[in-house]
T-cell receptor, first 115, second 112 residues
Framework: NAGVTQTPKFQVLKTGQSMTLQCAQD?????MYWYRQDPGMGLRLIYY???????DKGEVPNGYNVSRLNKREFSLRLESAAPSQTSVYFC??????????????FGPGTRLTVL | QKEVEQNSGPLSVPEGAIASLNCTYS??????FFWYRQYSGKSPELIMS????GDKEDGRFTAQLNKASQYVSLLIRDSQPSDSATYLC????????????FGTGTRLKVLA
């Protein structure tokens, strides 16, 4: 099993350009998440999808959109990149049983620089 | 009060010692907890989960959960320089939204 995979690993954009970060998991997990991590800020939730067909905003959703394409795939789109979106982006997935949280697993990350 | 709070460190311990990492949480965090290790430039890696009051041991790692005090800890026995990393504490949100709430992490340095 590959676990959680993300593409690309690195990306440099100019201000105003758009791009989509791809994420896939092969663990049959219900839920998928996008986080960003900046120095000294910890992980911040951008958007998540608790189950296939649903998406919800997290802590810092402005400037981003997401698509839960199917149970395996969850993409994050930057429509018009800004320097403030320079960060490391992590995708994660997990499953749940009733109200019980199970372990969340992370992808390797995408390091994005916006010039 | 932050929902999940950790001391940012760095916590420095000599090689072979016990490293003790602590985390407190608010009522907005449910009682499923997870410890992640994150090396610089890498993604968080799950090392322990704990769901019930008490201790849970896995190799050199012991997680402790005290629900009455709203306190979670991770003990690393026989610390090695390779344990030097940032340790993130996380819990599930009580709101039923399936969101996880992370602390900002404690940086651990194990000195050879």
């Amino acid at each position: 099993n590959a676990g959680v995979t993300q593409t690309p690993k690195f990306q440099v954009l100019k201000t105003g350009q758009s791009m989509t970060l791809q994420c896939a998991q092969d663990m049959n997990h219900n839920s998928m998440y996008w986080y960003r991590q900046d120095p000294g800020m910890g992980l911040r939730l951008i958007y998540y999808s608790a189950s296939e067909g649903t998406t919800d905003k997290g802590e810092v959703p402005n400037g981003y959109n997401v698509s839960r394409l199917n149970k395996r795939e969850f993409s994050l789109r930057l429509e018009s990149a800004a320097p403030s979106q320079t960060s490391v982006y992590f995708c994660a997935s997990s499953t749940y049983h009733g109200s019980s949280y199970n372990e969340q697993f992370f992808g390797p990350g995408t390091r994005l620089t916006v010039l | 009060q932050k929902e999940v709070e950790q001391n940012s460190g760095p916590l420095s311990v000599p090689e072979g010692a016990i490293a003790s990492l602590n985390c407190t949480y608010s009522d907005r965090v449910s009682q499923s907890f997870f410890w992640y290790r994150q090396y610089s430039g890498k993604s968080p890696e799950l090392i322990m989960s704990i769901y019930s009051n008490g201790d849970k041991e896995d190799g050199r790692f012991t997680a402790q959960l005290n629900k009455a005090s709203q306190y979670v800890s991770l003990l690393i026995r026989d610390s090695q320089p390779s344990d030097s990393a940032t340790y993130l504490c996380a819990g599930g949100a009580t709101s039923g939204t399936y969101k996880y709430i992370f602390g900002t992490g404690t940086r651990l340095k194990v000195l050879a």
